[in-house]
């Protein structure tokens, strides 16, 4: 498949693998990239340039934007950042005591939470010094997404919780996973509903949070990211989820490079983008769903990785209505 | 009538209204003729008051304005009231004639209230003493601060009208009391507008004075007033009043005001040209208006979130989730055994994501390995520089089985190591102890997994556990370098003491520079810590040199022999131990053991001759002697031990363990707090042990807290099945399980298959095949099949058999589970159910690590069975579920009759194995802390509580003492994992346990009832496990199960086999 015109490279990329992309909050202009090379980049995408960078101490792990010109960031530096973009001025915020695996942004309530491989969430106030809250979650932090005022955290030994950021004393829901291997990613549904789950062996589980049983009964899985070749099956992770803002559609980016838009209440496939050189390790659709950021780096992690290692690269790519629009509408 | 149309426009007034007058005023409204009549009348009045001559020209004033109040019943404009009223008081306000008129005090109250800030005009007045003699004008001026709620200005008026003896004062009484009573009201029940509005008509409206001044009723107080006054006018509002309690001087600036009406008429004069404060800016501009575009910036503005959406306040700050009960799986299928499809390629790497099977790392953590990997190795090279001494670190595939098989030649060994190169830097290290940090070739080539757990702190325990510690430490200068000199330069040791290591270091090499690498090497490998922290320098005179140099002095020959596979010669070696021990740190002792184990001195000549402990060594010497001429074997077995216990309390680094072994019993072991219990329980033990050992010739050593009498030397008569005498609380003890062993003189008769080895055998799986070496044995590792607590187990392939074979690594080593497998065997000789117990074929052991080898079964555990039960159609699960159950039923009783107890059996320690038949059967593995009855005295029960969660039998859960009962309590467990897919849930109604599970209809209710009921409950007894085998053999006999259970055995077998 040839590559679209709708599609191009971001200039300037990062020089080892990224970790995260994410699009701001209210425009298809900014992207911020968290990358192993210990800095988070500000792009302009619409004039594809480098606006700005700054620098952690070792490899970034995520980022995230509070607004348009505030982005906070963690990583192997066990340190939470934050960045002003009208002053270029950093800020300290705390630290974790292991790395920090995922930072996200609550609007609902203006917080930042982090999530750290030292198995504890922490809640950070911008308004405030220091962590407003720490609490432990039993395992590594793998993936966190917040669906209104509730946080939904996966971690090792296959588990999701579900809090409520305003009382984080107790989960709301204590969960294993439909999926048999660790979990990648998971991300909320924008309408609240429920959650979509990846998993490190190809697959990916829709979940819903209802736990009425006649609405837990419409949770399900399928496969997906995997390659035949000659007979042999390769299971690639699914390391990315993103879901589009208004369809409530969601794109998975795999290992195999391959990137997909699913419709998960129909269980339906929408469309396949080409196969892009590398893992796809991150994925962002843009605040109104009209364009799609993709990382790109290499991250199958072999023993003997390829020589030389692809390049990393951003790929920005406008989405159509009809690569990431419902074809039935659920009845 | 159109009074009702016009009522609205009528003012109250005070003393009610002239009917006639009334209606000729509302008549003229409409009717001309009557406004003419009005017309006429208002200018015989003015006409009067411009005629009038007389000395009271107010009079007419004043009967005019009542009269316009009267006929404008609008009080508006055209009556000109206000105006009337503001020329006639200008007029006279200076006459002295009215200064206290109540009539001109009545126009006064009128007057004024018709302005803003009433109080300062009274004050005013007051100042110029102006109708300050009358009740009226105190009540007037206190009723705008009662109105503005000031009752407190409104008394001290009142209070000053009555200091100026005001008339009539009994007015003024009783106003003061209304003020105080309203006071009261208001702070009560709020201002009451009612009331206020009666008071101010009251005092505003002009009575009628018919040629005397009198006065007319006042306004009721605080009583309500409805009578005359027909409804409330809405025209007259609350005055807005101003409170200055300054002076009223300072109304107007420059010259004192004259007249209080220009002061009242300057209030008023700003009235037209009001402006209400507020910004200018809003005022229209007549330009804005015309400009009629919006005005858009070219850039987009930020605006700054609304701060409301926020935490809140009460946050808690951390979570009170209790996840002790949260147990959930890595993955789901055991990734060892299921979806290793070879078909199946994973693009990520498994064998790294899912090392252990209780741990796992993300992609993301192997990857973060790396980048703090690099990180620390530039620290490291940093350092080495410093140091000036670089190794490089080239040994990434070291082969870490170090050993002395009797027939291996040097060659052998050889290839084992590296290359000669490295191995004299290795050595290099060592002879020079005083560089203050050194690193072993070691210090990077951290084992994966070990690195790992550094690097994600996971358990510290498991890090210390795990001995691997690669940095030397030698700046403690005097001892070890003495010792040094005396180990390679014995007969210029008094003088070359105080001489430099280096020095040292280069005499040696001169001294023994070919033969030295293999035995440094050897000495290298098998080490692990030398801290110099805790290297211990006290001197004990000659006694240090003379004896430290013994073991060296040893090595020194041993490269010219390396190997010795005389056990006398080993025999040797805990002696001089001993006496190392006396004289210098674990450490060095360490050091010094190591360097022998591998070099095995031959030289009886260097035996010590020593002052002070001969006495002892020669009781302690025949000891050992007697042993060994009882059993070769024995004996080896217990001089390793004690080699054993040494380095297992020394291989922990962070232990400062000063062992003084003859003189000091007291001064025994300090075990640093970063200590693990379980090293402490080793410590202990061995110190126990050691104790024990020479308590026959050392009176005051204390007794050892076992209640039990311990011989250090046992007939291989007695040790067979003498219990001991009484029972200890916690059968899972190292402490007792060593002294058990000991007590049948482990291996004793459980030699077949026992294999010391030397050294750590690290087993890894690798990706070029190749093989290991275990002892004198070949394997190639194939995979982990599981990882535990306590070991590890792999899969791998046996070159001399050529078969595949389960291998069981464990560290520190495990002879009990040597110990109880074998007894199994052996008791069970004749039993049919002998296979169904795990057959340890050869055991290995050294003084780190065991290996025991037994049958590789390639259906894995009962676990990944229940797994795959629970994909079959539920009505089917429970056939195979009694057939199960009855093999477990069946193992357990037999283990029972051999008087062992598993305690701790679970789905995952038993093994699916196929038999002969081509049946499914079960076999029971994993004897790590079973409990041997037959050590300990009938009925045997112990207290201590098991902690293998979901398996704690019911009487550790009443607090009860156990014995067999635990292990029937697991079978129960491990039946309901099959059943239900879930571990049981415990609930206790009535005295009695019961789970928590809902059976389905379709299961033989009865039959499970009984079965759990029973080994739920046995407060009263062990439960009769034949009864219940015998149930479960009828109930599999039934036809319908019968045939059910052959279709699901088939299917299974099946599933199992991944047809």
């Known amino acids: 498949m040839m590559k679209s015109q709708s599609e191009y490279k971001l200039k300037s990329p990062p020089d080892d693998s990224i970790s995260s992309v994410k699009f701001g909050p209210n425009t298809n202009q900014f992207l911020l990239v968290s990358s192993w090379d210990s800095y988070v980049r500000l792009y302009d995408v619409s004039s594809n340039s480098l606006r700005h960078k700054y620098a952690h101490d070792n490899a970034v792990l995520d ?110 829901q204590k969960r294993e996973t439909s999926l048999k291997y660790q979990t990648r990613a998971i991300r909320a549904f924008p309408n609240k509903l429920g959650f979509v789950l990846s998993s490190i062996e190809g697959r990916v589980a829709v979940e819903y949070l209802d736990t009425n049983p006649d609405v837990q009964k419409k949770k399900y899985a399928f496969k997906c990211h995997r390659l035949k070749e000659d007979g042999l099956e390769k299971i690639f992770p699914v390391n990315a989820i993103s879901f589009h803002p208004i369809h409530n559609t969601f794109s998975t980016g795999g290992s195999d490079g391959y990137v997909n838009i699913w419709d998960g209440f129909n269980k339906k496939r929408l469309c396949q983008f080409h196969q892009y050189h590398t893992s796809v390790t991150s994925l962002s659709f843009s605040h109104n769903g009209s364009v799609l950021a993709i990382g790109c780096s290499y991250f199958l992690e072999e023993d003997n990785p390829p020589h030389p290692l692809p390049e990393d690269a951003i790929y920005i790519r406008s989405v159509t209505d009809q690569e990431s629009k419902p074809k039935y509408t659920s009845s | 009538m159109d009074f009702d149309l016009s009522k609205e426009n009528i003012q109250p007034l005070r003393r009610g209204r002239n009917p006639h007058q009334l209606e000729m005023a509302l008549q003229a409204q409409t009717n001309p003729e009557y406004q003419v009549q009005l017309q006429q009348q208002k200018q015989e009045f003015e006409a009067q008051i411009t005629n009038y001559q007389g000395d009271d020209p107010l009079e007419k004033y004043y009967e005019y304005i009542a009269w316009i109040e009267q006929s404008y019943p609008k009080n508006g ?72 709620g000031d009752f407190q200005s409104a008394h001290n008026v009142i209070e000053e009208g009555k200091a100026n003896l005001a008339q009539p004062y009994n007015e003024l009484e009783d106003a003061l009391k209304h003020i105080i009573t309203a006071a009261g009201e208001h702070s009560l029940f709020g201002p009451n507008e009612n009331r206020l509005q009666a008071k101010r008509q009251a005092l505003t409206s002009l009575p009628s004075y018919k040629g005397k001044v009198n006065h007319v009723r006042h306004a009721g107080g605080s009583q ?66 015309l400009s009629n575009h919006k005005l858009v910036p070219s850039f987009t503005l930020h605006e700054d979130e609304s701060p409301q959406k926020c935490l809140p306040p009460n946050l808690p700050p951390v979570c009170l989730e209790d996840y002790a009960n949260s147990s959930l799986k890595v993955a789901l299928t055991n990734p060892s055994a299921d979806d290793e499809r070879p078909t199946n390629w994973h693009g990520y790497p498994k064998h790294k994501v899912y090392m252990d099977l209780n741990v796992e790392y993300s992609i993301e953590e192997i990857r973060a390995l790396r980048y703090l990997k690099k990180e620390v190795q530039e620290v490291v090279c940093v350092e080495e520089e410093m140091d000036s001494i670089l190794i490089e670190d080239d040994d990434d595939d070291c082969i870490v089985v170090v050993q002395d098989p009797p027939q291996m030649e040097q060659q052998g060994m050889f290839q084992i190591y590296q290359s000669p190169m490295a191995v004299n830097q290795a050595s290099t290290i060592e002879i020079a102890p005083n560089h203050a940090v050194s690193h072993s070739p070691w210090k990077s080539q951290a084992e994966h997994q070990d690195f790992l757990q550094n690097v994600f702190s996971k358990n510290n325990e498991s890090r210390l556990s795990n001995t691997p510690k690669f940095v030397i430490r030698q700046d403690s200068p005097a001892a070890p370098t003495g010792l040094y000199n005396l180990a390679f330069t014995p007969e210029a040791s008094p003088k070359k003491a105080p001489s430099t290591p280096f020095e040292v270091y280069e005499q040696s090499m001169q001294e023994l520079p070919p033969l030295a690498p293999p035995n440094g090497n050897a000495m290298k490998t098998t080490f692990r810590t030398l801290n110099a922290d805790e290297v211990e320098t006290g001197s004990r005179g000659g006694m240090d040199g003379a004896m430290a140099a013994q073991p060296i002095d040893g090595a020194k020959p041993s490269a010219v022999i ?76 217990t001089i390793l031990e004690e080699k054993s216990y040494v380095t297992s309390s020394s291989s922990s680094g962070g232990t400062a363990t000063k062992l003084s072994l003859y003189g000091q019993p007291t001064k025994m072991n300090t075990i640093s707090e970063e200590h693990n219990s379980y090293l402490e329980q080793n410590l202990k033990a061995n110190e126990e042990l050691r104790r024990s050992f020479y308590a026959s010739v050392m009176e005051d050593t204390p007794t050892p807290p076992v209640p039990m009498q311990y011989t250090p030397i046992h007939s291989p008569i007695l040790n067979a099945t003498q219990p001991l005498s009484q029972v200890p609380s916690d059968p899972f003890k190292a402490k007792l399980l060593n002294q058990l062993l000991d007590r049948v003189s482990f291996p004793g008769v459980h030699h077949q298959g026992f294999v010391h080895i030397n050294g750590n055998p690290r087993l890894m799986v690798k990706k070029e095949k190749e093989p290991v070496f275990i002892g004198r044995d070949k394997y190639l590792i194939e995979k982990v099949l599981g990882k535990g607590q306590f070991g590890t187990v792999y899969k791998a392939y046996n070159y001399q058999m050529s078969c595949t074979v389960a291998l069981k690594y464990q560290r520190p080593p495990n002879r009990w589970e040597f110990y109880i497998c074998s007894e199994l065997q052996a008791r069970l000789s004749e039993h049919p159910l002998r296979d169904r117990f795990m057959d340890i074929s050869i055991g290995y052991f050294s003084d780190q690590a065991s290996i025991l080898v037994s049958k590789f079964e390639p259906f894995g555990s009962l676990l990944d069975t229940a797994n795959l039960i629970k994909l079959l159609p539920s009505k089917d699960r429970e056939s195979l579920c009694i057939f199960f159950t009855l093999e477990m039923l069946k193992i357990v009783r037999a283990m029972h009759a051999a008087k062992i107890i598993h305690a701790d059996i679970k789905p995952d320690n038993f093994l699916v194995m196929l038999t002969s038949c081509n049946g499914l059967a079960l076999q029971l593995i994993d004897f790590g802390c079973s409990i041997d009855m037959s050590l300990f005295p009938d009925n045997a029960m112990f207290t201590t509580p098991i902690s293998t969660e979901n398996f704690i039998c019911c ?105």
């Open chain 1, 63 to 172: 980022c995230c934007f509070t607004d348009a010109v505030h982005s906070y960031s963690g990583g192997l530096d066990h340190t939470l950042k934050s960045f002003d973009f009208n002053t270029t001025t950093e800020t300290i915020i705390g630290t974790h005591t292991n790395a920090i695996k995922c930072v996200e942004y609550c609007s609902e309530l203006n917080c930042i939470l982090t999530g750290s491989w030292d198995q504890h969430v922490k809640i950070w106030d911008p308004r405030s010094s220091g962590a407003s809250g720490s609490y432990n979650q039993s395992e590594k932090i793998y993936s966190m997404n917040t669906c209104g005022e509730k946080l939904l955290v996966a971690t090792a030994g296959r588990k999701v919780f579900v809090w409520d950021i305003r009382n984080m004393a107790y989960a709301l």
């Open chain 2, 77 to 148: 404009h055209e009556g000109n009231c206000a105006g009337v009223l503001e020329y006639c008081l200008g007029l006279y306000e200076n006459d002295p004639r009215y200064t206290n008129d109540i009539r001109f005090c009545k126009l006064w109250i009128k007057y004024i209230d018709s302005f803003p800030n009433p109080p300062e005009l009274y004050r005013m007045m007051k100042s110029k003493n102006l109708c300050t003699g009358f009740a009226d004008f105190y009540k007037a001026w206190a009723y705008y601060y009662e109105a503005a």
């Open chain 2, 224 to 289: 309500m007033f409805g009578g005359g006054a027909i409804g409330v006018s809405s025209n007259v509002q609350l005055p807005q009043v101003f409170v200055d309690d300054g002076a009223g001087a300072g109304l107007s600036g420059g010259a004192a005001p004259v007249s209080i009406v220009t002061v009242a008429k300057r209030q008023e004069a700003p009235k037209e040209n009001t402006m209400k404060p507020g910004p200018w800016t809003t005022v229209p501009h007549k330009k804005r208006v």
């Open chain 2, 562 to 637: 390396p190997f010795s596979d005389s056990s006398s010669s080993s025999y040797d070696d805990p002696e001089q131990m001993a006496e190392l021990l006396d004289c210098s740190s674990t450490q060095q002792f360490n050091f010094n053991l190591n360097a022998m184990r591998v070099s095995t001195p031959q030289d009886k000549t260097s035996q010590p001759m020593h002052s002070t402990n001969d006495q002892l060594e020669s009781a302690r010497k025949a000891l050992f002697s007697k042993e060994l001429y009882q059993c070769d074997k024995k004996a080896l077995s």
């Open chain 2, 955 to 1059: 009487e550790v859960r009443d607090g009860q003492p156990w014995s067999y009962h635990t292990d029937l309590f697991c079978v129960a467990a491990s039946a309901h994992v099959l059943l239900f897919h879930e571990y049981i849930n415990l609930k206790k109604c009535g005295g009695r346990w019961s789970f928590t599970s809902r059976l389905p209809r379709y299961t033989n209710n009865e039959l499970w009832n009984l079965f759990f009921s029973s080994l739920l409950n046995q407060q009263l007894g062990i439960a009769d496990l034949a009864t219940l085998e015998r149930r479960f053999t009828k109930e599999l006999e039934e036809t319908v199960r019968q045939k059910d259970l052959r279709l699901q055995l088939v299917s299974l077998t099946n599933l199992l086999k991944k047809r």
